[in-house]
């Protein structure tokens, strides 16, 4: 079952912008936090920015100043804007949230990524 489904990702020179955005299936009343993590090929998956449900933000150092994580409640969305992109941002980008589920222990769920891709 998908609960959250990314978009927005694409080809994009370096300088540039793109917006991300992730819906979710799950109402916004079952979900405590929300963040962005990113994955180059080879590396790691990397955490980029978060959100929590009292709208306390944090990004990364290496995006602090060029992206802004928020969310709009009243669509179930949320987003990532990216700016001043280079060509170290390039990977493929996912959203999560802690799903609070009666009865049974928060789980993370995971949207399935786009691609950002920053090149000349």
């Known amino acids: 079952q998908e609960q959250l489904v990314e978009s927005g990702g694409g080809l994009v020179q370096p300088g540039g912008s793109l917006r991300l955005s992730c819906t979710t299936s799950?109402?916004?009343?079952?979900?405590?936090?929300a963040g962005w993590f990113r994955q180059a090929p080879g590396n790691q998956r990397e955490w980029v920015a978060s959100i929590s449900s009292g709208g306390v933000t944090n990004h990364a150092d290496s995006v602090k100043g060029r992206f802004t994580i928020s969310r709009d409640d009243a669509k179930n969305t949320l987003y990532l804007q990216m700016n001043n992109l280079t060509p170290e941002d390039t990977g493929v980008y996912f959203c999560?949230?802690?799903?609070?589920?009666?009865?049974?222990?928060?789980?993370?769920?995971w949207g399935q990524g786009t691609q950002v891709t920053v090149s000349s």
């Open positions: 999560k949230a802690l799903k609070i589920r009666l009865g049974r222990q928060p789980s993370d769920i």
């Open positions: 799950v109402n916004t009343f079952n979900i405590r936090a």
